[in-house]
């Protein structure tokens, strides 16, 4: 436990850090939330690809891109890969799954074992990177299938679904590919003696093959590194003891200033999504892999626990843990929970208010705790004892209402406009994607309609502003 000082009051803070040995008693750091100094989120160092018995997971993976296509996907190149894809994805299957299923051609196929993922170990890092590898494969196979009758479950075979759900325990992370997966895991170093920064990582596992998904990662560890500066703000303000003194409300000040410049900066790395990012591409060609399951194609996993419930909705920038730390340090209200001004529109009640808490469970289970403890101290709370602080905090409310608002336009572009467009023509039509899920529609992760949400969480933004009458 720590004791700290709040205005005079004195507040007892648990901290939890990532020991074995129970909570700790400290400070508050960043550290023990695996948050990094320089690159936040996004560990200091790369995750190793397996070894041992568990290559066979990395081979797979490797050669995944070369011989998979979107099961949508009618063009020449896709024809030509179609055995090629339907060899890799029998390997997968185990023969007392699929027993009428007969080698293809006469070509022999090696059935994976069901690897035992407890001699993985318990190194956070190389489960981080079983979960990487497995939820590719997984989304690699599911999303190149050949058609399926509608509402037909998808199974997931053993070899990848045992494995899969134990590792996806040990690390509290849903069985599914996440943002953490795609983004923060998915690189390692050009050159390992220079330190991790943007131009020296080469990202690794990419679905399409396209530079728009590659430049989709980049862009989003720009934004991440450069939320970097703000965690480090956080960090200051949990430790300040005493926000009564002249000079701490001096050292906030600056902090809220400061703010407000990196929120700026990260709006520019949002907009500047459109110099390298095709939106048509992105939508009809990239998004695809990382759906998740639906109503009209769920997934099962083969040897599961019966009637087990999983978070299946798939990879989404929503789950970045930035944004999220950056709204409960400023105390802005998704959950409708407060009343404040304006009041919420019908269009804003009628988004998933709990959208944000949904995308925390698809985040690492040490930056949702990092969350969790941020949220029981936001500056907002300081600033309405402190006038002096109303100014800046409002300044801080006011640049992520402006990255909000660029969110949107980004938004509309890449989505709402996208889904209103004609498939690229060796694509199976749009009616193929209906089939598959939400592709059809303008819709976000977790099925809402994507203007909507966009807009409450710019309208929620607004409300946060503290007004003098």
Not at 64 to 88: N, T, Y
Not at 322 to 331: Q, R
Not at 371 to 389: F, G, I, M, S
Not at 433 to 439: M, P, S, V, Y
Request: aromatic residues 8%; glycine residues 6%.
């Amino acid at each position: 436990m720590v004791n700290r000082l709040l205005d005079g009051t004195a507040e007892r803070t648990t901290y939890r850090g990532v020991r074995s040995d129970g909570p700790t008693s400290e400070p508050f750091s960043n550290r023990l939330f695996d948050v990094a100094p320089e690159s936040g989120f996004i560990p200091a160092q790369p995750l190793a690809k397996l070894k041992d018995e568990f290559a066979l997971w990395e081979r797979a993976l490797a050669d995944a891109p070369r011989v998979l296509k979107l099961s949508e996907d009618k063009g020449e190149e896709a024809r030509a890969k179609f055995m090629d894809g339907e060899r890799w994805r029998q390997q997968l299957r185990t023969v007392s799954t699929f027993p009428k299923m007969q080698p293809l051609e006469t070509h022999s196929i090696t059935q994976w074992p069901v690897l035992d993922a407890a001699r993985l170990g318990n190194k956070l890092c190389v489960l981080r990177r079983a979960h990487l590898v497995l939820t590719a494969l997984q989304h690699f196979y599911i999303h190149s299938l050949p058609a399926q009758p509608t509402n037909a479950p998808i199974v997931i075979p053993k070899p990848l679904s045992i494995p899969l759900l134990y590792v996806s325990g040990k690390i509290d992370m849903p069985p599914i590919l996440t943002f953490a997966d795609i983004v923060l895991w998915n690189w390692e170093l050009v050159n390992p003696d220079l330190p991790v920064s943007l131009d020296n990582m080469r990202f690794l596992t990419v679905f399409s093959g396209t530079e728009t998904e590659r430049n989709f990662y980049a862009l989003s560890v720009a934004a991440e590194m450069r939320g970097a500066e703000m965690l480090r703000i956080f960090e200051r303000f949990m430790n300040l003891p005493c926000l009564n003194e002249r000079s701490a409300i001096a050292a906030v000040t600056r902090d809220l200033e400061r703010l407000v410049t990196v929120i700026d900066e990260m709006s520019t790395i949002l907009q500047g999504a459109r110099e390298n990012i095709d939106p048509h591409t992105f939508y009809w060609a990239v998004r695809p892999w990382w759906n998740g399951s639906s109503s009209t194609a769920p997934w099962v996993f083969e040897g599961g626990p019966p009637n087990a419930s999983y978070d299946l909705g798939g990879a989404s920038a929503g789950q970045s843990s930035v944004m999220h730390a950056l709204d409960l340090f400023l105390d802005v209200d998704h959950a409708l929970k407060q009343a404040r001004q304006p009041p919420p529109s019908a269009d804003n009640r009628r988004a998933d208010t709990s959208f944000m808490e949904k995308m925390r469970r698809y985040m690492p289970a040490e930056h949702r705790v990092y969350l969790a403890e941020l949220a029981k101290r936001p500056v907002r709370d300081v600033v309405l004892r402190t006038p002096a602080l109303c100014g800046p905090y409002n300044a801080a409310v006011d640049a992520l209402k402006r990255f909000r608002d660029g969110h949107i336009r980004i938004g509309t572009l890449y989505i709402i406009s996208q889904a209103r467009s004609t498939p690229p023509a060796y694509m199976g039509g749009a009616e193929a994607f209906k089939q598959k899920g939400d592709l059809s529609v303008a819709v976000g992760t977790g099925g809402n309609p994507l203007s909507t949400l966009l807009k409450a969480g710019r309208d929620a933004t607004q409300r946060t502003t503290l007004r003098g009458d």
